[in-house]
């Protein structure tokens, strides 16, 4: 490791230490302490009292050294002059215990030698196996030198981070090393040790464990891919290797083989993706034999390319100029980059026809960071090249549409459709629309832009195929919106229902604001947080779980009052660089409007901004009705039944606020069995609190003289300026307002 060591102890047991002599007879399966650093050719527990020798000496002789330069050659670059070696031997061993009542031919033997060896600079370890019979001593459970906690082979640094296990210690596969080796030899094992094995140094994503159970850098790319992504936080053995796989669920399955660097450190290509947001992958660990040793789950964030960096023009001669900045481009080394040039033919840069069966292939474009879009649009739709347009990008990735060419111009798509009917889902044609790629975030080109230029655009339309476009796809100024209702929490909190009723809610614990049904599919509970604990006399807005049918549980925790969130999306943290643009999974878009703020909208017609101040929710129209249910009351145009228990029980309206927390809120309380929290290091336990009384009022006494100043006279700004004391918490409630 880089570390002079200035003695070394050759041990009965079958390895050599450098710190003291170890007495230990059953080997560790798990990393040993510094004291026990160690070279282990074959830790296990040798009986060497009545049969079999060890010997050991050190070594200038040139046939040795020249023999051990051919042995290392294989793991070191280069010419090496090594000048030392030190040599030990276990020839014939056998297995404690032995009572010398068996004869040596019949007693099970093993002979095996380590070598050190040193040109000065670089230090390595060479083991070699010739007869492996036996793996356990009696006392390590072991029955005829077999069984019980079985022999190890490799080293350990002791520090818990550089050693190494060859494959099959600790198990009755180490009987096989005499056949196992790195460096095609049977039975030979060879090691550099003056190389310490680093990591690179893990991101902060991966210390707050956004990408699952193995650091990946980086962990966020654009969905053209073909990146390398750099995995740590693994470990494996010299006999194994590793694939990457990546699961798109708009695409497929896609498995990469591993560049293995270290033994703690992978690399894997990531392919082209057709989804944006975040893509589960998996690291899987293989034995030499092909049988998957361990299974490990991660986490990357696939994301729109950011900017566009090719740039086009369409000249007089109807020919297209496009440049680009050279720089960008770091293909190779001496490769000369004009940053621009012409085509003359339009058609020669695009998606060809498609001829025969190949007619019923979607076809796709994969553009990387040199973005093709922007080309094709109104310049060339009135043109004499209108006829040999093959693909229309405008300023967007993915799919191309796939056209068919006529001596009249774009008459067909390439499944031989007309382009518009009434049986096609667009007039684009079944290879762009059904491409997955439109899952990238480009729906409006694919369903509206594309349809609307083959439609009403290009050479070759008719009238009615544009009439056609605008009945089945009509546009919608937006001048019948309704929008949808919101109903309010903030402060202490405070709140005002979806019908407007106002009311002060402040219970300590976990609780359902919306507890979904067969008629509302999004469930929401929160989690009121105690700042001074149970004698607080008010509480916030400390953490929120949510999901849709549809989704998976949307979390959402603040550590205190003001703070940052951390949110997770099915258990897993979602980094805060990736919430910075709107982060869609499932039927669920989230994203942060500020440091403390998080926007959470369902698809299915509900949308939440939270943070530990206040709470806004907003729910469309088409639930209006007896469908809601929780402390954000009955959303059905009437306030006077939203205090409304899980059993059907009409609270007054008008109720004082500790009839309001005993009678209705504390209903809400959320069970065991129906929280959506993941606790984590914790449990529901740490989270309830039945017994807590907060305040439920105050006097106009209690004002200071500056309330007014202060609140303006809000009631939920004077109530929290009394309670908290406080005076920029109530600035605060008021504000959001």
Same mark, same amino acid.
């Given at each position: 490791?880089?570390?002079a ?32 650093r ?20 050190q ?55 380590? &070598?050190?060896? %040193? ?7 060479? =083991? @070699? ?5 036996? $793996? /356990? ?42 056949n ?18 680093t ?11 956004y ?13 053209i ?8 936080? &693994?470990?494996? %053995? ?7 796989? =990546? @699961? ?5 399955? $896609? /498995? ?8 703690t ?12 947001g975040?893509i ?10 092909n ?48 940053a ?40 060339l ?6 006829s ?18 006529t ?52 050479k070759?339309h008719?009238?009615?195929q ?31 229902t ?14 359902w ?73 499932d039927?669920v ?7 403390d ?14 943070s ?30 939203d205090?409304?228990?899980?059993n059907g ?5 008008n109720?004082?606020?500790e009839?309001?927390h ?41 004002l ?19 309670v ?6 109530a ?7």
């Amino acid at each position: 490791m880089n570390v002079a060591q200035p003695q070394l102890w050759v041990n009965e047991n079958g390895i050599l230490s450098f710190y003291e002599k170890i007495s230990e007879f059953t080997p560790w399966c798990s990393a040993v302490p510094m004291q026990y650093r160690m070279i282990a050719p074959f830790w296990a527990d040798v009986d060497a009292r009545n049969i079999g020798d060890i010997f050991y000496r050190q070594t200038t002789d040139t046939t040795v050294l020249q023999k051990a330069k051919r042995d290392i050659s294989s793991v070191v670059a280069g010419d090496v002059d090594l000048k030392w070696a030190f040599i030990a031997t276990w020839k014939d061993v056998t297995y404690f215990i032995d009572l010398n009542d068996t004869a040596p031919d019949t007693r099970k033997l093993n002979t095996f030698q380590v &070598i050190l060896t %040193t040109d000065g600079t670089n230090s390595f370890v060479i =083991f @070699y196996y010739n007869k492996i019979q036996w $793996t /356990t001593g009696d006392v390590s459970g072991g029955t005829n030198g077999l069984g019980g906690t079985q022999a190890v082979a490799g080293y350990d640094y002791g520090d818990g981070k550089n050693r190494l296990l060859i494959n099959g210690s600790c198990s009755s596969d180490i009987l096989q090393i005499v056949n196992g080796t790195n460096v095609m030899k049977p039975g030979q094992f060879v090691f550099q040790t003056n190389v310490q094995q680093t990591s690179p140094t893990p991101s902060a994503d991966c210390v707050m464990g956004y990408t699952g159970d193995f650091c990946i850098v980086p962990n966020t790319i654009d969905f053209i891919g073909f990146i390398n992504l750099d995995i740590t936080q &693994i470990q494996l %053995t010299t006999q194994q290797s590793a694939v990457c796989h =990546f @699961y798109d669920p708009n695409g497929n399955m $896609t /498995t990469v083989e591993a560049k293995i660097i270290t033994l703690t450190n992978v690399k894997c290509l990531t392919p082209f993706f057709f989804t944006i947001g975040r893509i589960k992958m998996e690291l899987e660990i293989y034995d030499n034999d092909n049988t998957a040793n361990q299974t490990s789950t991660g986490y990357i964030y696939v994301t729109q390319p950011k900017e566009q960096t090719l740039h086009y023009q369409v000249l007089a001669n109807q020919s297209v100029l496009f440049t680009w900045d050279p720089t960008l481009w770091n293909i190779a080394n001496g490769i000369y980059s004009t940053a621009k040039i012409v085509f003359e033919t339009v058609c020669a840069i695009g998606v060809t026809a498609a001829a025969g069966e190949e007619e019923e292939a979607a076809m796709a474009v994969a553009a990387g960071s040199l973005a093709t879009g922007a080309f094709l649009a109104k310049e060339l739709g009135n043109s004499a090249f209108a006829s040999l347009v093959c693909t229309i990008h405008l300023n967007e990735y993915g799919c191309s549409a796939v056209w068919k060419l006529t001596m009249d111009g774009i008459s067909e798509i390439a499944t031989g459709r007309a382009p518009y009917n009434t049986d096609a889902e667009s007039c684009a044609g079944y290879p762009y629309i059904q491409h997955p790629s439109l899952m990238l975030g480009s729906g409006n080109f694919g369903f509206d832009k594309y349809p609307w230029i083959a439609c009403c655009l290009l050479k070759g339309h008719t009238e009615e195929q544009c009439e056609g476009l605008y009945k089945h796809r009509h546009p919608d100024p937006g001048t019948n919106y309704t929008a949808p209702n919101a109903s309010l929490g903030n402060g202490d909190p405070h709140f005002t229902t979806f019908d407007g009723l106002y009311y002060t809610f402040n219970g300590g614990g976990e609780f359902w604001l919306l507890k979904g049904n067969e008629r509302q599919p999004v469930s929401v509970q929160t989690r009121f947080g105690l700042p001074g604990g149970l004698s607080s006399g008010w509480t916030y807005f400390k953490a929120f779980a949510m999901k849709s049918d549809n989704s998976k549980v949307v979390q959402i925790e603040y550590v205190s009052y003001g703070s940052s969130p951390t949110v997770y999306y099915d258990r897993i943290p979602l980094p805060p660089h990736v919430l910075a643009d709107v982060f869609v999974v499932d039927s669920v878009a989230i994203w942060s409007i500020n440091s403390d703020t998080i926007m959470v909208s369902f698809s299915e017609g509900f949308s939440f901004k939270v943070s530990t101040v206040y709470l806004t929710a907003y729910a469309s129209k088409e639930y209006a009705g007896n469908y809601t249910r929780g402390i954000l009351g009955i959303f059905d145009g009437n306030p006077f039944n939203d205090l409304t228990t899980p059993n059907g029980v009409i609270v007054l309206a008008n109720s004082t606020t500790e009839i309001i927390h005993y009678k209705f809120g504390m209903e809400w309380y959320i069970t065991p069995q129906d929280s959506m929290f993941d606790y984590f290091d914790k449990n529901y336990s740490s989270y309830y609190f039945p017994h807590f009384k907060p305040s439920f009022g105050y006097s106009p006494a209690q004002l200071p003289p500056n309330a007014d100043e202060i609140c303006d006279g809000d009631p939920s700004c004077l109530w929290d300026l009394v309670v908290t004391g406080d005076e920029s918490i109530a600035n605060q409630t008021r504000s959001k307002l």
